[in-house]
């Protein structure tokens, strides 16, 4: 009877073939559920587009530090700014004359006008005058003189006198760049009265024949005429400015160095 029971457990345990065969199929059953999750896997990452990502999103206000980390920049920013607008232009250093050997030497008596003295003796700004004057008209012996006021600035005009009348001598050189100088040509020019009689910023008027150079050729010369200043109540008037007329004629048999051809 003890028997009875070994038996019966022999003859229901499987056998080993059994075995065999479930531990191939469970092996075989592993590797196919393997093969499958990896062409699941293949499939599901494969191509399409990625998934979106979560973002932490902080709607808590800024802190005062980084404020002012902002602000910091912005300021600096500001002050350049500020720098490059109000920094001074670079000065230029002073201009420095070299000394040339090649200088023009002008001839003696030669006067050097500035292009502002140029435009003010330019003729044709200025009011012609009357044709029939001299270059002698009185300014006044003790009484007082009358003038225009056609001087620059409105500045009164006086009629000059002769201290000295200039010799045909010192009137050549002049004349020689001049085209005229016949009989009853002329020119017209305006002067101010220095001291010893002498005239300075002499200024052409008008002239005739036009454009002949007349009254350019009197400017030029007017350094060495000698003219009497105008009396204003006894007292004679430097300064002031004065109108020379000269009047050309004909040259006469043994004038020599004498006084030039004016009327």
């Not at 393997?34 to 990625?50: D, K, R």
């Not at 200043?229 to 008037?237: I, L, N, S, T």
């Not at 006469?252 to 160095?257: E, T, V």
């Amino acid at each position: 009877m003890a028997s009875t029971p070994a038996v019966s457990a022999a003859r229901y345990a499987p056998s080993r073939r059994d075995r065999v065969i479930s531990f191939v199929l469970a092996v075989l059953v592993g590797v196919f559920l393997v093969f499958v999750l990896l062409i699941m896997s293949s499939v599901t990452g494969g191509g399409g587009e990625p998934g979106g990502q979560l973002v932490a999103v902080n709607i808590s206000p800024p802190s005062a530090e980084k404020e002012k980390a902002k602000a910091a920049p912005k300021q600096d920013q500001k002050q350049e700014q500020v720098q490059t607008v109000t920094t001074p232009p670079p000065k230029l250093p002073p201009r420095i004359e070299i000394p040339s050997k090649n200088q023009v030497e002008w001839p003696p008596g030669f006067i050097k006008l500035s292009r502002e003295d140029i435009a003010k003796a330019d003729i044709s700004r200025i009011k012609p005058a009357g044709g029939g004057g001299q270059a002698g008209a009185s300014a006044g012996g003790g009484g007082n003189a009358e003038g225009t006021g056609e001087g620059p600035g409105g500045a009164r005009v006086y009629n000059a006198e002769w201290y000295r009348e200039p010799t045909r001598a010192e009137m050549s050189p002049y004349m020689s760049a001049a085209r005229g100088g016949s009989s009853g040509d002329w020119a017209m020019i305006i002067c101010r009265t220095v001291e010893r009689y002498h005239v300075e910023d002499c200024r052409e008027v008008d002239e005739s024949p036009r454009g002949s150079g007349l009254a350019r050729a009197l400017r030029q010369a007017a350094w060495q005429f000698l003219v009497r200043p105008p009396r204003v109540d006894g007292k004679a008037q430097l300064g002031t400015w004065v109108r020379i007329r000269f009047d050309f004629k004909a040259a006469k048999a043994g004038d020599g160095d004498g006084t030039a051809g004016q009327d």
